[in-house]
């Protein structure tokens, strides 16, 4: 089956749940309908830690990457592996090795320096 993709706009939030839920009927045909989120190539994922795309266009949501250390988990969710640390989960601390998954660097994936980025 192809697939294709019309963008249009709907006015005022109660017909955007209103399409959104019951979907589109166009003469006897029904379409699903799902919210457009415009990515650019300087959208950045959350989930994946890279660019090009955002967190719900993401590919990769079942495997995670971290944008501080490139480990497979969520950036919110990491967190120190060293004893008596006094950092905090989803942040950098002293003892975080930055790794970024798009080119290998060391530095955070949103990095400014990035060769990717």
Do not use: W
Not at 10 to 32: A, H, N, P, Q, T
Not at 78 to 107: A, D, I, P, S
């Amino acid at each position: 089956m192809k697939a294709s993709m019309v963008v249009f706009a709907v006015k005022g939030s109660k017909m955007v749940e209103k399409v959104l839920k019951g979907g589109l009927r166009v003469g006897r045909v029904e379409y699903d309908v799902e919210k457009f989120v415009a990515a650019g190539l300087n959208s950045f994922c959350g989930v994946c830690s890279r660019c090009g795309h955002d967190d719900a266009k993401c590919v990769s949501l079942m495997m995670p990457v971290c944008m501080l250390c490139a480990r497979k988990h969520l950036t919110k969710d990491h967190k120190c592996n060293m004893v008596g640390c006094k950092g905090h989960t989803g942040q950098n601390c002293v003892h975080t090795v930055n790794r970024c998954v798009n080119c290998n660097g060391e530095h955070i994936a949103k990095a400014n320096c990035c060769v990717k980025m």
